[in-house]
């Protein structure tokens, strides 16, 4: 699997109206590889991911999957959602085999992996539970898994976490990286939380709004057998207070500019 | 049990208003303050019920309408929900339809009755089709309204597991749908009732909204009064059935 971002760019609207949301977006993603994507809201990160599933169209540029080039959604780019992604009339394992049944599985093979996948996350005993008897993370455990065995070479992870609590946020983080570990899937993760993308991909993007753009990739080679534990290390600690220094300096441009020149001013009358 | 909790059962309140105005009814009729020829007492009403029931009339009219409203509303149904769907999901659908579904809405349907006369007789198809018009626009643009608003991500997620089109359809829309598809045919079903007993009172041999107008005719309150009453009954069952059907189809919306 390779996914290749060249030279894409998107605007919105048409003519005057018309605002430019990514200008010049590059990016590639391996099999295997964990990538993330950080920017802060209007940086147009989720309108990348959108382009990726096919569910936008690029301005200009090209996006390719294994060379070929990405016209529409399909089902190699499996995609979860920040929320409200599940079917409120389908039980879990319904909603867990939904995408199967789309491609037009047998009966069996439907069956097995659903058992398999909720039991991947950990929630094979709420198969015949409705989403609304499920909690947040719960409910984001089943979309995980709904998407994962429609069975896609590239996972697109959309704030998949942004609407929990802290706690279960830190639990999920924990759960989503042992399933990168031990399943081995691609995943490409959208977040403004600089933490969760430094715990767990080894490569992250940084974008910066107006129009949204790339301004920095690191590598984060990172000794990951304990997050909790890394969370708390100074290597990690330094890395992303200086990832969030590059962060701040990008949203406050203006507001430091403006500050700056108010400075001046001030500065000059008391002088004179 | 504190007497709020008692007084709040789903059943109780509503028996009681029911029951304060069938005795302010016999209380106003009983003090003959109005002429017994303009208001009969309950009683004499259940008696011109009775007689009706037991004549045979009273079931057959009952048909006749229910007959009419079945038919002009079952038409209804079935054009306005592939109808309903193709103007939420297609943009252009929704631009061609829209602006003339929005005009012929503000036709009072009973003011195409004439022309239905001319066209169609004094038969039991003007009658069916003035129900199917009186209804099927309602019934198209609260359907449009419901697929209108479909959660995004619940489409894209179909999309990006390999749906396609029509599956979108059958398998995201129409069960998003269902409860606002059913409380859209529960809440215009009353406007079908309606129109049946206009159509009624316009041109018929038999149903509930002839009996009234030759009541009329006969100055025979009571008969008038068993007619509306009976209409209710039929009405309120209708609405019961779908609140039923809803319960036992879409358990997961209530």
């Known amino acids: ?14 003519g005057r109206d018309s605002k430019l949301v990514l200008e010049d977006i590059n990016l590639e993603i391996n099999s295997g590889e964990f990538v993330a994507l950080v920017g802060s809201s209007g940086s147009g990160k989720s309108t990348v991911m959108r382009l990726i599933a096919g569910l936008e169209q690029p301005s200009s540029g090209t996006i390719h999957m294994d060379d070929r080039p990405v016209r529409g959604p399909g089902p190699d780019r499996g995609m979860v959602f920040q929320k409200y992604s599940l079917y409120p009339w389908l039980s879990a394992a319904d909603n867990v085999a939904f995408g199967m049944r789309l491609q037009g599985r047998n009966k069996r093979d439907v069956k097995e992996r659903t058992a398999y996948f909720l039991e991947v996350v950990g929630l094979q005993d709420s198969a015949s539970r409705f989403p609304r008897q499920l909690s947040g993370g719960m409910q984001q455990r089943v979309a995980i898994a709904r998407a994962l065995a429609a069975d896609p070479k590239v996972m697109l992870l959309d704030e998949p976490f942004g609407a929990l609590d802290l706690q279960i946020r830190e639990s999920m983080q924990e759960f989503l990286y042992q399933l990168w570990e031990r399943s081995g899937l691609t995943a490409l993760l959208i977040t403004h939380d600089l933490e969760e993308a430094l715990l767990m991909a080894q490569k992250v993007h940084i974008m910066a709004p107006g129009p949204g753009r790339i301004v920095r990739t690191v590598a984060a080679t990172l000794d990951r057998s304990n997050l909790s534990a890394l969370r708390m290390e100074r290597s990690f600690l330094e890395l992303r207070e200086d990832l969030a220094g590059c962060l701040r300096g990008l949203d406050q441009e203006p507001a430091v500019l403006a500050a700056r020149s108010l400075a001046s001013t001030t500065g000059s009358s008391s002088s004179g | 049990m504190s007497l709020r909790r008692q007084l709040d059962q789903p059943w109780l309140l509503g028996l009681v208003g029911i029951f304060s105005l069938l005795l302010l009814w016999q209380l106003v009729a009983a003090s003959r303050v109005v002429d017994p020829l303009f208001l009969p007492s309950p009683a004499e009403v259940l008696a011109a019920g009775a007689e009706q029931a037991q004549e045979g009339i009273l079931v057959n009219d009952a048909l006749a309408s229910i007959g009419r409203v079945l038919g002009g509303y079952a038409l209804s149904i079935l054009v306005s929900l592939p109808l309903g769907i193709a103007m939420g999901s297609n943009r252009l659908v929704c631009q061609l339809l829209e602006p003339l579904l929005g005009l012929i809405r503000y036709m009072p349907a009973p003011a195409f009755i004439p022309l239905l006369i001319i066209y169609f007789g004094l038969g039991e198809l003007p009658k069916v089709l003035l129900i199917f018009i009186g209804t099927l626009f309602f019934n198209t643009l609260m359907i449009m309204d419901a697929v209108k608003f479909v959660p995004r991500e619940l489409l894209e997620s179909a999309l990006t597991m390999g749906g396609r089109g029509l599956q979108i359809i059958t398998k995201v829309v129409a069960p998003f749908i269902a409860p606002q598809v059913l409380d859209a045919y529960r809440i215009n079903m009353a406007a079908a009732w309606n129109l049946v007993i206009v159509a009624e009172l316009v041109a018929a041999n038999e149903g509930l ?46």
């Open chain 1, 1 to 14: 699997m390779h996914l290749s971002v060249k030279g894409v760019s998107k605007s919105f609207g048409k």
């Open chain 2, 209 to 254: 909204g002839k009996r009234i107008s030759l009541a009329q005719r006969f100055l025979r309150t009571d008969e008038i009064f068993v007619g509306l009453i009976v209409i209710g009954l039929i009405g309120l069952l209708i609405d019961l059935g779908f609140r039923l059907l809803m319960r036992r189809t879409c358990r997961w919306a209530i």
